[in-house]
């Protein structure tokens, strides 16, 4: 339940600061339905990037802020709580990036954002889940990639791409890695007919192709989506139950989308404390007092925008609202 006053405060707040407020798809609800835009990692890179207002707060993890500063170095750019983390974007440093491009000279270096400014500056071309398979598409076929972090979102590339020259870092993020194999066999059968949705950092993506490659579910109805993408397939949907594969936050979005439909969660307890460490209170907090405030050096900022700068050029639009 929204608290009118608060809303109103937000409101008048960001009104007072220029800001635009931007809220990813794991937010709570009440961050979500008070943002300006929420979408997928994409989408919301894309806003920062052209928004004219002089603030941004962004309502995510810190990787996302740092990668709305780079894009907007001129900005201001909030985030309610700085340590909002991200267990994925932990898994790499740019000290271990260093030590494997001196392993593969030549190859060229995609890193997915959920990555540090750090790992970005060491990087060629960033991309989301969005639009992980165009951005390795767009790299010539007999060019050696590093893909980092994410080895289920490298895995699913991989498979789309056929690329053999593509060696992928062994990280996850602790909450899609936990949404596995059994549980989504146990869901599918236990919801006949349900479409899936899919989101590729998931343990469980191999397994949804192998239930569709087996005809355990229609390939058809298989979806390996971004949290965005998901989104929108939801606008267009016939289907009266979806079983969905990514962190929790998401069902608000998607029931906002489609009420009708019957959204159901692979694994209810796959929410993740980092993004839900941005509270009403925060936010509110974070307008009155301008905190918590991103900076990135601007040498790395200066050395990651390229990659950052590419990575927002390629892909479908859409993504968020
Ligand atoms: P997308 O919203 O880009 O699909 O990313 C999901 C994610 O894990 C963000 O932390
Ligand atoms: Fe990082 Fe996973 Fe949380 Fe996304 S859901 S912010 S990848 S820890």
Known sequence: MVDTDWADE?????????????AHNYQLPEIQDIADHTGDSLALSRLAAASEASTIVFCGVHFMAETAKILAPDKTVLIPDAAAGCSLADSITADQLRAWKA???????????????????????????SNAVDVVASIPADTEVLFCPDQFLGAHVKRLTGRD???????????????????????VAAVPGAELYIHPECGCATSALYLAGEGVVPAEKVKVLST???????????????LV?????????????APGVDFQAVNE?????????????????????GTDEVDVPTATADAARAAVTRMISIGHPGGGE
């Open 10 to 22: 937000v409101r008048a707040l960001a009104r007072e600061r220029d800001a635009v407020i931007l």
């Open 103 to 129: 392993e593969h000279p030549g190859a060229v270096v995609v890193s997915y954002v959920n990555t540090t400014a750090e790992v970005k500056a060491e990087t060629d071309i960033c991309c989301t889940s």
């Open 165 to 187: 020259n593509m060696h992928i870092w062994a990280g996850e993020c602790h909450v899609h890695a936990g949404i596995n194999g059994d549980q989504l066999a146990e869901r």
């Open 228 to 242: 965005g993408d998901m989104a929108t397939a939801a606008r267009h949907t016939s289907a009266t139950a979806v």
């Open 245 to 257: 594969a990514t962190e929790v936050g998401m069902l608000h979005q998607l029931r906002r989308a």
């Open 269 to 289: 307890r796959a929410s993740c404390r980092y993004m839900k460490m941005i509270t009403p209170e925060k936010l509110l907090r974070s307008l009155r007092e």
